[in-house]
């Protein structure tokens, strides 16, 4: 019965994690969910019976991800769907980072995903069954933000390695699929969830512009909800055939379309100059 899946869900302790953790309880899954306070997270989501795990887990050590995964075998029995939801935004251009804060992101927005995934394969191996949803961003799809480029190579890399990850497991019945989320009214814009750059450089005037829009304009005006991005989830993952891409947001669907439309155009300006680096025949 499908109220009997279990769920894993990572960075549930707030935004769009909390909000599907809570959904999937009410509807009678069986969840773990990781955050860097489990005692926090339980309170947070207020549910105390058998069939929610709150696990204070560090992602990126593969070592406590692996011990974290053989618990919630041991306690819930199995795990059907995953989502690789732990993240946060860096904001800065790329000069303006440093070696210390770009790598930091990627520890946590890429790296904790990897060890996840490594660990709940042989789970899915076993049984020839399963699900990842690993949550890029539509800045893992369009990068021209100012000010984002670091936050987005981190999305674009999952991405990558969600579109090898679900041809690498087709035939054992493991599906991945990549969540491109527009903006979702959470605390993700607020501090905590978004690191700034902590040595600025004035002349990047596009990227302080749009620092301002984020904060004047954006923050508590974002389109999507996350009730719905919830009911979302779990709708695709009760499919028997789900997608590879998945854009949830009418802006992150916009998005979309305009960089297709962007690609297209670049592709037919400058066809001879791509076809012209051939062996002639």
Same mark, same amino acid.
């Given at each position: ?14 935004? #769009? ?7 999937? #309880? ?24 058998? !069939?929610?795990?709150? +696990? ?14 053989? %618990? ?7 795990? !059907? ?8 935004? %860096?904001? &800065?251009?790329?000069?303006? #980072? ?15 995903? #990897? ?5 709940? +394969? ?19 799809? +369009? ?16 991405? &990558? ?30 501090? &905590? ?45 009760? +499919? ?10 009418? !802006? ?11 690609? %297209?155009? !670049?592709?037919?300006?400058? %066809? ?10």
């Amino acid at each position: 019965m499908k109220t009997q899946k279990v769920w894993l869900v990572t960075g549930a302790s707030k935004g #769009l994690g909390l909000t599907l953790v809570k959904r999937l #309880l009410a509807e009678g899954y069986k969840v773990a969910a990781t955050s860097r306070d489990a005692e926090a997270l339980r309170n947070e989501v207020g549910h105390s019976g058998d !069939d929610f795990l709150p +696990m204070q887990v560090n992602l990126i050590s593969n070592e406590d991800v692996h011990k974290a995964v053989e %618990q919630i075998v041991a306690k819930l029995g199995t795990i !059907d769907v995953v989502v690789n939801n732990a993240g946060y935004g %860096q904001l &800065g251009t790329i000069e303006e #980072l440093t070696d210390d804060e770009a790598r930091k992101n990627f520890d946590v927005n890429v790296f904790g995903s #990897l060890n996840v995934i490594r660990n709940v +394969m042989p789970v899915f191996r076993a049984k020839k069954a399963g699900a990842f949803f690993n949550i890029s961003s539509i800045a893992g799809f +369009m990068g021209t933000f100012p000010g984002w480029g670091i936050y987005n190579a981190t999305k674009f890399a999952v991405a &990558g390695f969600t579109e090898a990850l679900s041809a690498e497991a087709k035939s054992m019945g493991v599906s991945a699929t990549i969540v491109y989320p527009g903006y979702f009214k959470t605390n993700f814009l607020l501090q &905590g969830s978004l690191r700034t750059a902590a040595s600025p450089i004035a002349d990047y005037t596009e990227a302080r512009n749009l620092e301002v829009i984020h904060n004047e304009q954006i923050i508590g005006n974002q389109p999507g909800d996350p009730e719905k991005a919830a009911a979302a989830f779990i709708e695709v993952a009760e +499919m028997e055939e789900r997608p590879l891409h998945l854009f949830l947001g009418s !802006d992150s669907f916009g998005m979309a379309h305009s960089k297709i439309e962007a690609l %297209q155009a !670049d592709l037919g300006k400058f %066809q001879r100059i791509s076809k012209s680096t051939d062996f002639s025949a």
